[in-house]
Nanobody
């Protein structure tokens, strides 16, 4: 079993920054790609960013490219999402997830991830 716990969400003004963290416990995630997804009220969960098992090959949704950065620290069993130049449309619950494939590349479909955190709320005011 893998447990994922997100933190770092909160309320921020447009143009501000937040850094989300996702700490893993149980079986380690070091050999698996990790992803961030978000879900706004009344909308479907959408892909935000993902990073492959080795820490390279990050992938981003077009809506966050150039503003968000995903990274991982396997020594700390933690994956991060640095969010800069935040916009009101970034408001959502953010989830981290572990890809289901051993040593796979970053993928964008939520069905390809098998472990999920409980989510952390990010609210961006205008």
């Amino acid at each position: 079993q893998v447990q994922l716990v997100e933190s770092g969400g909160g309320l921020v003004q447009a143009g501000g920054s937040l850094r989300l963290s996702c700490a893993a416990s149980g079986r380690t995630f070091s050999n698996y790609a990790m992803g961030w997804f978000r879900q706004a009220p009344g909308k479907e969960r959408e892909f935000v960013a993902a990073i492959d098992w080795s820490g390279g090959l990050p992938d981003y949704a077009n809506s966050v490219k150039g503003r968000f950065t995903i990274s991982r620290n396997d020594a700390k069993n933690t994956v991060y999402l640095q969010m800069n130049s935040l916009k009101p449309e970034d408001t959502a619950v953010y989830y981290c997830a572990r890809d289901s494939v051993f040593r796979g590349g970053p993928r964008i479909r939520s069905r390809e991830y098998d472990y999920w955190g409980q989510g952390t709320q990010v609210t961006v005011s205008s």
